[in-house]
């Protein structure tokens, strides 16, 4: 018998060699922020957090600087800028093991 134990946490072969950056915004306001930041927190994906807070106005200028919509969260993964917290889920998922769950029931 083989038993093969594979992390549920284990990168797919299309998987990131580079660090993956995260564009947040202040963690008390932005709950779309947290989307991916807990997600990657809790499943050990390794990224380093680029934290801008919110300025006074109704755009973000600061945002622009990383994000195509002036918006976060924002995942820069080397030349890829994945700029919407659904997106950026879809896109770890392709990516790391146990961003959804196996069982197609659990995901109804
Ligand atoms: N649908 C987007 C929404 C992103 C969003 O609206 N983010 C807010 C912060 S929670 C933002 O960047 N607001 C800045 C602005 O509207 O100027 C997502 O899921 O990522």
């Known amino acids: 018998m083989i038993?093969?134990?594979?992390?549920?946490?284990?990168?797919?072969?299309e998987a990131s060699l580079t660090m993956y950056q995260?564009?947040?915004?202040?963690?008390?306001?932005?709950?779309?922020?947290?989307?991916?930041?807990v997600l990657m927190t809790a499943l050990d994906i390794p990224f380093t957090e680029q934290?801008?807070?919110?300025?006074?106005?109704?755009?973000?200028?600061?945002?622009?600087?990383?994000?195509?919509?002036?918006?976060?969260p924002c995942l820069v993964d080397d030349n890829q800028v994945v700029w919407d917290s659904l997106a950026i889920i879809e896109y770890l998922a392709e990516r790391h093991r146990g961003v959804w769950p196996e069982a197609s029931t659990a995901r109804t």
């Open 22 to 37: 995260l564009h947040i915004a202040n963690k008390n306001y932005s709950s779309w922020s947290l989307r991916p930041w």
């Open 3 to 13: 038993l093969l134990l594979i992390s549920p946490t284990a990168k797919l072969p």
């Open 51 to 72: 934290l801008t807070p919110f300025s006074a106005g109704a755009v973000q200028n600061a945002f622009k600087a990383f994000s195509p919509t002036a918006k976060v």
